[in-house]
């Protein structure tokens, strides 16, 4: 039977279909004990087309295992990595998560890069009790019991990066562009409102746009930027134009003679990993917001870096913010497991709360009560050789905002994971967990 | 297939056929056998099939019941049909609008009407066609009416004009990009890139109970049953031998007094709701509806399953439909890369060494006549 | 044609608006009428000012050299393609211009292609049982029965095109000689008023020929027949007037020997001689 | 491309300078002038700094440009042992760096014993000026020239002070226009008549800016002025946007038809369709990427030399298709298309495990950066303008083997008529392979061009097939001329539609127009005729 012995789910299918009594005996998952290992699941996309993003994620989450190992692993246990590829499907990324918690029964997972694969996940993990280690900024809305945002809230990346252009750059006019999709589209209902409600800025300098994934013909777009960028007011383009079509967008940019010297343009979602792949040349002056540069100045991270050249034994490679993600979350699980003496998922939710790790560029990062940390803010300039000099950085570490302050739906909501409130929607006007609207709207609904 | 059935009446004609009844039998066993095995052993036990599986073994049969959809069309009607992810998604829509209703206010901000992506996207009110897919028999109606009004309009245009064949296929495939990029974008109020999802219940069952994922799972057999049984039906009638005629000389079909056009129509119909159907079942089941079902790529996917299995006999597409998605279940877990490679290769392989499929060989050794198309151009 | 007359057309193509059974008025004589018909593909004419009469009952001949535009002919009166000008009568009622083929067909047409055209996927009993004259809407064609009734009509046809043991194998297996004949029994169980039989004996041996020519000759009279042949021996056995086309337009009438004679025909078919002589 | 220089200088170091490296222990020169000047950097304040800087500006040092470049860029570091070195590349563990003061390199150095020399944007707008107004009095007069166009609506108080001499003494008189520009951009922000009145008919947007801002300013009499001025130029400003329009529409519609034209010989001529169109263009881009890696520092050569390369690629890559699986399918258009997409399947993924998933670089040559100035409102972007003129340049190549060579005629003889043509002894196989042969070169030429202006990466194909088969179509199968007419007017429809439609709904509503389009006329724009198209 050309079916490979290490796949249970092959087995099973086997077994149930053909029902070859044979097969099988022996190799469901046996009961815990303390001398076998810990698993770790991998929940990263390795191909399709988040495999360019993904993959590395992968590679680090293993090297971090590697390295707990030699450190003589985790309450006197090896950890194992359990990868699973959920080749850039979203609904595969749900089947695949049920395979980690269901059938490999993992005590951990570290995965997720979009948005949409986050939330179909979501469900899988609430329903079956796992836990989720998000690494990439995101658009927030969101605070689940049993997902912990390592990545960006739009407080930590979108809002200081505006902050700064303003205050430092003086820019007063605003070109949000971004892919169509949730990440950008929140992010900028997000800015818009802050922009105006924050800094006075008119609805008039601020300009929305949108394009598709992978949007290759910029002409249009650029040329409205231009004319924009020409009313006599100092202007900036804030980007969160995705991947693939951030070539095309900056070539356009350079070529129609707009460069940051007139028209910075700040990226939230260029980072190291991205610029690898492209002709440099014309970002060269942009700009980008992250938590973590591979060029920060400090000790911890160049460890991370030669650590990180050495597992993938290529002198090339980069380091980038999600991966930095990684490392703090992981660092945090571990040490929450070492405070909880134990994997149990309820145990280490509740431990991880509270625990503080160091970050790479520094600091140190803490778990919020809202399942995200605490991150300084950096913004970066691109240099051709594909790194970028960081040219600002928040005074202090900022805390994520699960629930922006700035959309309707979120504004009294809170998140707190700690008991007795233990509620990731908590309404703080009428004091009830589960949403903003609830009450009131349930009362009009009622009143009609 | 012979006329000698032709005497009954023309819904039972498939139960007199070997074929359909060794199909239904296997089918229904298999449904049985993980049954037992899910509820009646205990966890642990070799043999027993846990809710994972089980709900793997579900989306099978959404997908094998998509792939006799796209049977029908491809095989008896010699449309190739590069856009059948479309219904399938239109169907799986129509279903995930319904689950997204039935949140009702236990969605993150706790609206009772409005779905979590309207609220924060500020939308003030629910969009017109969002109405009425909170009663369950509304929203399972136009699981059929909004893949059957699509295919409706779109067949209407193509088939009186003519358009057949190769331009047929590519301006399916138009069809389904274009839809594809219509439900990305925010604008349409369904959700955008992340789609639909975070379902709770269905009819008033947990989604996340693995009983109803049971249910689930039986649900899609027993609609791929009647769903093969009505294809079957539908081809064994005078109707079929108009349409496989259509498919391989249409002209004379024509100066035989058939109106042509209306044939393929109502076939293409039919088949374009078996495939709604199938959306609808495999949406709830996967817990996530996205714009990427409409994906070019998924729909000629749709087509290698059939292609695989064997065209023109309804249950090579199921055997194709399962054999590419367990492989693909199986190599993505073990060597994710050597996937594309695989299915690229099957695309070329089956089409230039085994142009009738796995269903052909057994046909072939069981020297049984099974209608084969010839050239499928037009 | 306009695009509203287009859709008009096409919107007539509802069955219960076609006449079922629709008679045919030959009262005036003749059963088919083209006049002054022209057409032209990209400049090249195809059909010149073309003048055709067939009687009721008529057994008609047609002859020609290539290209003289008897395919197109045919194409125009199973309305396949639309002439640029002139006028098509079925019967004294029926403006053949303002129907598509299979209302053409239900009003009695029946056509042989030149090279022979039957479902090679369906059974030779399949072939006849789908050409016969039937309600041929959908709801009526999914629910069709088999009834004695029919499966008579269809053994007596199968007989008469010598194919009753062969009658249950897909078609594709048959000869070129007995696709022909499936094809005419085809024709048969349309039970048409005017058939348009292209090229009936290429490919045949002689007998399969006689056989072919004293089917056709026994048509004529319930049926009108037109039969478009290069076989010239052939022809001659069955034809009682003949026309000869040239250059898509008509260029002789008459029977066999007046037309064989006529010194146009002949240097038409210069080099041809022993053809027509 | 750098990086592979950077590696070949490090060699280099590590073969013959070795010495040189060792040598940098010794103590830094405290005697020299400019480590003096340089030593005032490396302080906290960054108000000492900005005078640090004025210090080394006034100091007629010649390096000093250099080292303000440096500062600009954070490569200006201080070793552990207090020397100033310039750090010619931040990536990997080990930072090639040169003296900052002899310029002699020194090897590598641990990233981990470089201290930076920190800067804030107050100092990067000071550096900017500073170095342009530097380059104003470099000997070479295309930095003078691209000085001065920096300088437009960078001039300040203190800028304005230094330029209005250098002004008079500008030699190259576009270097004096240039500058008084910029200097009347001062004026008018800063609300004087002067400035307004300099500016008026200028369509430079910076100018534009400038005027806007005067518009605001106390005294009525400039506004007036100012908004006269803006006024003056909106008439012509709108003929130039119109004409920027046409100009996106048919340079994005010559994309189109560089991707279709392949498709229009091999599905149009052959009957073919070919899935892997797509990926055949991938190959001519990669083709590219490859020839720059074996040229360095040739970006312009290398895509001179990659336009035949591409075509040989494509095309060996097509005869290999053809033979190995497409002669098996002929007439089976369903079949092909099936298979073909099989190829496609497999070439990504080939490309993404040979290769690599991610993204290649393709550096856009000089010449083809940037764009050519027609006025001061209207340029259009080189890269798209060669694209534009050689998109033309293969569809008239075709034309001519189509029209006039043995091949072309042999081709329509064996479309028209297969088996008449093989009986007149023309070997249809042979045709078959290089009618295929060609479309598929005509799509690395696509790939090559499309790799100056998107991603050159395994997804590049599959954006592009739907649209291509979309133009082959619309145009009418079998119709070069139809092709290139379809692909032109998609383009411009599409970027007439965008600015009002967005760029998400133009693609769908033009998609939408082609499906419909085919269903009133089946056959495309320019439909073949006559018998042989029935049926």
């Known amino acids: ?448 | ?378 | 044609m306009s695009f509203l007359q287009e859709i008009k057309s096409r919107d007539r193509v509802f069955d219960f608006l076609a006449p079922q059974s629709s008679r045919v008025d030959v009262r005036h004589g003749p059963i088919l009428y083209l006049e002054d018909v022209s057409v032209s593909f990209d400049g090249f004419k195809a059909i010149n000012k073309l003048n055709l009469t067939i009687d009721d009952g008529e057994l008609r001949c047609i002859i020609g050299p290539n290209g003289a535009g008897k395919t197109t002919m045919m194409d125009i009166i199973t309305g396949k393609t639309r002439p640029n000008e002139g006028s098509v009568w079925f019967g004294s009622r029926h403006n053949l211009l303002h129907m598509n083929e299979p209302e053409i067909a239900s009003l009695g047409i029946g056509r042989k292609f030149q090279k022979p055209t039957v479902f090679e996927a369906l059974s030779v009993f399949e072939n006849l049982e789908l050409a016969m004259a039937a309600d041929k809407r959908i709801l009526a064609t999914l629910t069709a029965r088999m009834t004695g009734e029919i499966q008579d009509h269809i053994d007596e046809v199968l007989v008469l095109i010598g194919l009753t043991a062969l009658r249950h194998r897909p078609a594709g297996i048959l000869s070129h000689g007995q696709k022909q004949w499936l094809e005419i029994g085809m024709l048969l169980m349309q039970r048409p008023r005017l058939l348009l039989v292209d090229e009936p004996v290429a490919g045949m041996t002689e007998q399969e020929m006689e056989r072919t020519a004293e089917l056709l000759t026994s048509l004529a009279g319930q049926q009108s027949v037109v039969v478009v042949e290069h076989d010239m021996g052939f022809v001659r056995s069955i034809a009682r007037k003949v026309t000869v086309l040239h250059q898509g337009s008509v260029l002789a009438e008459g029977s066999m020997d007046q037309v064989s004679n006529d010194p146009k025909v002949i240097e038409v078919y210069l080099g041809a001689d022993e053809e027509v002589a | 491309m750098r990086r592979f220089l950077s590696k070949a200088f490090v060699c280099a170091l590590l073969l013959g300078l070795l010495p040189a490296a060792l040598a940098q222990t010794d103590a830094p020169p405290t005697d020299d002038a400019g480590y003096r000047l340089l030593e005032t950097l490396d302080v906290d304040s960054y108000r000492a700094k900005g005078e640090a800087i004025t210090a080394i500006l006034q100091s007629d040092d010649e390096r000093a440009r250099e080292w303000l470049q440096a500062l600009l860029d954070g490569r200006l570091q201080r070793t552990d042992d207090g020397r100033f070195v310039v750090v010619l590349n931040n990536t990997g563990r080990d930072w090639p760096v040169e003296d900052a003061l002899s310029g002699e390199p020194l090897g590598e150095l641990s990233r981990r014993e470089l201290d930076r020399i920190g800067i804030n944007n107050a100092l990067r707008n000071q550096l900017r000026s500073a170095i342009a107004v530097v380059d104003l009095y470099s000997p070479n007069v295309e930095r003078r020239r691209s000085s001065a166009d920096r300088l437009l609506g960078e001039v300040d108080d203190e800028l304005f002070e230094t330029l209005t001499p250098v002004i008079e003494e500008a030699e190259d008189d576009y270097v004096r226009r240039r500058l008084a520009q910029a200097v009347a951009i001062h004026q008018a922000e800063n609300g004087e008549m002067e400035g307004v009145e300099a500016l008026a008919g200028s369509l430079h947007p910076r100018a534009r800016v400038a005027l806007n801002r005067a518009t605001h300013a106390d005294d009525p009499a400039v506004a007036d002025a100012a908004r006269a001025a803006l006024a003056s130029v909106e008439q012509n400003l709108k003929i130039n946007r119109g004409v920027e329009t046409l100009y996106f529409g048919l340079s994005l519609g010559s994309v189109l038809v560089l991707a279709a034209i392949g498709l229009a010989i091999t599905f149009g001529v052959m009957g073919v369709i070919n899935m892997a169109h797509g990926e055949l263009m991938m190959l001519g881009a990669y083709t590219t990427w490859m020839m720059q890696q074996l040229l360095p520092g040739q970006p312009g050569l290398a895509l001179l030399l990659s336009i035949p390369a591409g075509f040989v690629v494509a095309a060996l890559a097509g005869i290999a298709i053809e033979r190995s699986v497409i002669q098996f399918l002929k007439g089976r258009p369903l079949e092909t298309l099936l298979a073909t997409f099989g190829i496609s399947l497999i070439l990504q993924q080939l490309v993404r495990t040979v290769i690599s998933p991610l993204n290649r670089t393709v550096v856009t040559p000089e010449w083809m950066s940037g764009s050519l100035i027609i006025n001061d409102a209207l340029s259009l972007t080189l890269n798209r303008l060669y694209v534009m003129g050689f998109a033309l340049f293969v569809f008239a190549a075709l034309m001519l083997v189509m029209r006039r060579t043995r091949l072309g005629l042999e081709v329509r003889a064996v479309t028209q008529n297969r088996a008449m043509a093989r009986s007149m002894g023309i070997r249809a196989t042979r045709v078959d392979i290089l009618t295929f042969a060609l479309g598929s070169g005509v799509a690395g030429l696509a790939g090559v061009a499309l790799s100056q202006l998107t991603n050159v990466g395994p997804n590049l194909g599959q954006n592009y097939i739907i649209d291509s088969f979309m133009v082959v179509v619309f145009g009418g199968v079998g119709n070069l001329w139809g092709t290139l007419v379809a692909g032109l007017s998609l383009g411009v429809i599409n970027q007439v539609l965008e600015p009002w439609a967005g760029a998400v709904l133009a693609k769908i509503i033009v998609l939408v127009f082609i499906i419909l389009f085919i269903q009133k006329r089946p056959r495309g724009l320019f439909p073949q005729k006559g018998r042989a198209a029935e049926g």
């Not at chain 1, 929305?208 to 231009?226: C, K, L, M």
């Not at chain 1, 160091?358 to 050789?385: F, R």
């Open chain 2, 1 to 378: 297939m012979t006329s000698s059935h032709s005497t009954r009446f023309w819904l039972l004609r498939p139960f007199g056929e070997r074929t359909t009844q060794l199909f239904l039998g296997v089918l229904l066993a298999a449904l049985a056998l993980v049954t037992v095995l899910h509820v009646a052993l205990p966890q642990g036990h070799a043999l027993h099939v846990n809710a994972y599986t089980v709900n793997l073994f579900g989306k099978y049969l959404s997908y094998a019941l998509l792939a006799v959809a796209v049977d029908l069309v491809w095989g008896y009607l010699g449309i190739l049909s590069l856009g059948h992810g479309a219904f399938f998604a239109l169907g799986g829509y129509a279903m995930g609008m319904y689950l997204m209703r039935q949140i009702g206010d236990r969605g993150t901000y706790g609206h009772p009407v409005l779905p979590d992506f309207m609220v924060f996207l500020n939308w003030e009110s629910l969009p017109w066609y969002w109405q009425g897919f909170d009663m369950a028999w509304f929203a399972f109606a136009m699981v059929l009416l909004a893949p059957g009004l699509l295919a409706l309009v779109f067949g209407f245009l193509a088939f009186r004009s003519r358009v057949t064949g190769v331009y047929l296929s590519i301006i399916t495939q138009a069809l389904t990009f274009a839809l594809m990029l219509a439900f990305f974008r925010n604008e349409m109020g369904f959700g955008g890139n992340n789609g639909l999802t975070d379902f709770r219940e269905i009819l008033g069952f947990n989604l996340r109970s693995s009983d109803t994922r049971l249910g689930l799972f039986l649900a899609s057999g027993v609609a791929l049953a009647l769903g093969y049984l009505l294809c079957r039906a539908i081809v064994t009638s005078k109707l079929g031998r108009v349409c496989v005629a259509t498919r391989d000389a249409e002209a004379r079909t024509r100066f035989l007094g058939y109106r042509v056009e209306r044939f393929q129509l109502f076939v293409f119909v039919v088949s374009a709701m078996l495939a709604g159907v199938a959306g609808a079942l495999y949406v709830p089941q996967v817990g996530i509806i996205n714009p990427s079902e409409f994906s070019p790529l998924f729909s000629i996917e749709i087509v290698l399953w059939v292609a695989l299995g064997g065209r023109a006999t309804l249950y090579g597409a199921v055997i194709g439909a399962i054999l590419v998605n367990y492989a693909k279940t199986v190599f993505t877990g073990v060597m994710p890369d050597a996937w594309l490679f695989a299915l690229g290769g099957l695309f070329v392989l089956v089409t230039v060494l085994l142009p009738k499929g796995v269903a052909g060989l057994f046909a072939h050794l069981r020297r049984r006549h099974v209608t084969q198309p010839q050239e499928a151009s037009a």
């Open chain 1, 1 to 448: 039977m050309a079916i490979p012995t290490h796949n249970p789910l092959s087995r099973r299918f086997v077994t149930s279909l053909l029902a070859a009594a044979v097969m099988g005996v022996g190799t469901q998952a046996v009961a815990q004990e303390s001398d076998d290992p810990i698993k770790v699941g991998i929940l990263h996309s390795l191909s399709g087309t988040m495999a360019i993003s993904e993959s590395t994620l992968k590679d680090t989450v293993e090297m971090l295992i590697a390295q707990q190992n030699e450190a003589g692993g985790l309450l006197g246990r090896q950890l194992e990595a359990v990868v699973v590829d959920p080749a850039s499907n979203w609904p595969l990324f749900a089947e695949r998560a049920r395979e980690l918690l269901a059938q490999e029964e993992v005590d951990v997972v570290f995965g997720n890069w979009t948005s949409v694969s986050r939330k179909a996940v979501l469900p899988v993990f609430e329903e079956l009790n796992g836990l989720l280690f998000y690494p990439v900024q995101y658009e927030g809305e969101e605070s689940s019991e049993n997902v912990f945002y390592t990545g960006a809230a739009p407080n930590q990346q979108a809002i200081p990066a505006v902050d700064y252009l303003i205050n430092e750059v003086g820019i007063e006019r605003f070109a949000l562009v971004g892919t169509d999709y949730v990440y950008p589209r929140t992010t900028n209902r997000i800015l818009e409102a802050y922009l105006q409600e924050e800094h006075g800025i008119d609805e008039a300098d601020i300009m929305v746009n949108y394009t598709p994934f992978g949007h290759s013909d910029w002409q249009n777009i650029v040329s409205e930027i231009r004319r924009f960028g020409e009313e006599g007011k100092p202007t900036a383009v804030v980007s969160t134009v995705n991947g693939d079509a951030n070539v095309p967008f900056y070539r356009e940019l350079a070529n129609q003679g707009i460069d940051a010297a007139d028209i910075p343009v700040i990226a939230f979602s260029v980072g190291e990993q991205e610029l690898s792949g492209i002709d440099t040349g014309p970002l060269v002056g942009h700009l980008a917001a992250w938590n973590y540069f591979m060029s920060v100045d400090t000790d911890e991270n160049y460890d991370f870096i030669d650590a990180w050249l050495d597992w993938t034994g290529d002198e090339e490679a980069v380091t980038n913010d999600p991966m930095e993600a990684h490392y703090i979350g992981f660092n945090m699980w571990a040490e929450a497991v070492r405070k909880a003496g134990t994997t149990d998922v309820d145990a280490v939710k509740d431990a991880i709360i509270g625990v503080t790790v160091p970050n790479l560029s520094g600091g140190y990062a803490a778990m919020m009560p809202n399942h995200h940390i605490t991150k300084p803010v950096l913004i970066g300039e691109v240099q051709d050789n594909g790194q970028f000099d960081i040219v600002w950085q928040t005074p202090s570490t900022v805390a994520g905002d699960a629930w922006s302050d700035f959309l309707p739906g979120s504004r009294d909501l809170i998140a707190d994971w700690r008991k007795p409130m233990e509620c990731g929607n908590f309404n703080v006007v009428n004091g009830s967990c589960g949403g903003s609207t609830a009450v009131e709207e349930a009362e009009a609904a009622l009143a009609e």
